[in-house]
């Protein structure tokens, strides 16, 4: 992804972590040709700090999906919760590492918005989330962020 796709990415990551208050703090996971943990789960950062960081994300490269979705469940591993959900935001077209549905373990539900969309990304998107009992929608403008993350987290 690049540009207004990861600009999309972002702000919909900064939502979920504003969304949850303080009684919950999310994990925040940033995957490319590598993983980066902007936020790890139950360790509160600095708001401005993290949304320094999503917005300072460039697109580029190859994308390893199945390690973000490993690194994803990892900062879930500890979680006492009921269902171990993962908001992925990302058009699931891997270019590199394993085939993403192999590292679903530890996730109970998967939830993808898709920003800008595509026959290719809406398929492969649909499909990896139909694997853990969730969905996938597509958000191609700011505006309809909100919704898909209220509709996605309800």
Known sequence: MQGHA????????????LAAGE??????????SGVRVLQAHGVRRPPEDLLSDLVALRGHGTTDLAAGLRAAAAQLAG???DERLVVLLSD???T???DPASALGGIDRLQVLVPLGGADAEAA???LAARRGGRSQTVRRLEEVGPALTRVLA
Do not use: I, R
């Open 125 to 127: 998107a649909s499909a």
């Open 79 to 81: 979680a006492v919760a």
């Open 6 to 17: 990861v600009a999309l990415a972002a702000v919909a990551a900064a939502g979920v972590v």
């Open 23 to 32: 009684g919950t703090v999310p994990a925040v996971v940033a995957f490319g």
């Open 92 to 94: 699931c077209l891997h």
């Open 96 to 98: 590199a590492g394993d």
